[in-house]
C-alpha cells in the first residue's frame, strides 16, 4: 500500500485571510495536489499555533505547512509529528527566545514600510494606503483594494511572545525570498533563511506574491511535494 500523500496547508500571515491563496489553490488541484486553508485568530501566537494544532488533528494524516510572513513563526512552533516540511513565503522566522517583533526588526526598514501601532481595539491594522505601496504593490487595484478591505488586523500578543525550539531545526524547509518585498526587507529574509539552513529560491516579488505572483509560489510548492515524495 502506498503512503498518503501529504495535505498542503496554506496559512496567512497579518492583514491577509484565506481568500489570499485562491490563485495557489486552484494551480495545484491542476497539479493534483490536495491544499486546505487554515485561518488564524492573531490575538497571540499561543491561541494560532493551538488552531493549527486543532487543524492538524482533523486533517490527520502526513501534511506540508506553508506560511506566509507571521504564519511562518506559527507553523514552526508546532511540535505535531505529522509535519513532512516547512515552506516560508517571505516567513519570519524567530529561533528559541526570539520574538517575531525582534525577528521582523532585526535590519530596520526602508521609507516604504508604514508606521504599525496598535488601535482602540489594540490590534494592528495595516494603512490602506499601503496595501498599494508596500504590502502588494504588485497586485491589481482591484485586488489591492479588496486586501485593504477585508485585512485581518494582528494582536500585539503575536509578534511580543519569546518562541520556544522551532520545528525548522528538526525538518526540512523551504523559503521564498521576496526580493521587493517592502515590509520584510531582502537581507532580514536571507540572514532567517540561512540561519534556518532552508532551501532558497529568491523572486522579484512583493511582500504577498500568492496573490501578486501566485505562479511562483505554486512553483516552489510542487517543487517540495515531488522531492518529498521522491
Not at 501534511?63 to 516547512?86: C, D, K, N, P
Amino acid at each position: 500500500m502506498s503512503k498518503k500523500a501529504a495535505t498542503v496547508v496554506l496559512i496567512h500571515g497579518a492583514w491577509a485571510d484565506g481568500s489570499s491563496w485562491s490563485k495557489v489553490i486552484e494551480s495545484l488541484r491542476d497539479e493534483s495536489i490536495e491544499a486546505v486553508t487554515l485561518s488564524l485568530p492573531m490575538l497571540s501566537l499561543p491561541g494560532d499555533v493551538a488552531a493549527l494544532d486543532g487543524k492538524l488533528a482533523e486533517l490527520g494524516g502526513p501534511v506540508i505547512l506553508v506560511g506566509h510572513a507571521y504564519a511562518g513563526a506559527v507553523i514552526a512552533a508546532t511540535q505535531s509529528r505529522q509535519v513532512q516540511a516547512l515552506v516560508y513565503i517571505a516567513g519570519v522566522a524567530p529561533d528559541r527566545g526570539e520574538t517575531v517583533a525582534d525577528v521582523f526588526n532585526r535590519f530596520g526598514h526602508d521609507e516604504w514600510t508604514p508606521a504599525l501601532a496598535p488601535g482602540q481595539d489594540g490590534r494592528i491594522r495595516l494603512p490602506a494606503e499601503a496595501f498599494a505601496t508596500a504590502f502588494a504593490q504588485h497586485a491589481t487595484a482591484q485586488e489591492q483594494q479588496a486586501l485593504a478591505v477585508t485585512q485581518h488586523p494582528i494582536a500585539p500578543a503575536c509578534i511580543t511572545v519569546a518562541v520556544g525550539e522551532p520545528l525548522w531545526k528538526s525538518v526540512p524547509a523551504w523559503y521564498l525570498l521576496a526580493e521587493d518585498d517592502r515590509m520584510i526587507p531582502e537581507r532580514t529574509q536571507r540572514f532567517m533563511a540561512e540561519r534556518m539552513g532552508a532551501h532558497v529560491v529568491a523572486a522579484p516579488v512583493d511582500h504577498l506574491p500568492s496573490v501578486s505572483a501566485p505562479a511562483v509560489v505554486s512553483r516552489l510548492i510542487v517543487e517540495v511535494v515531488r522531492q518529498l515524495a521522491g
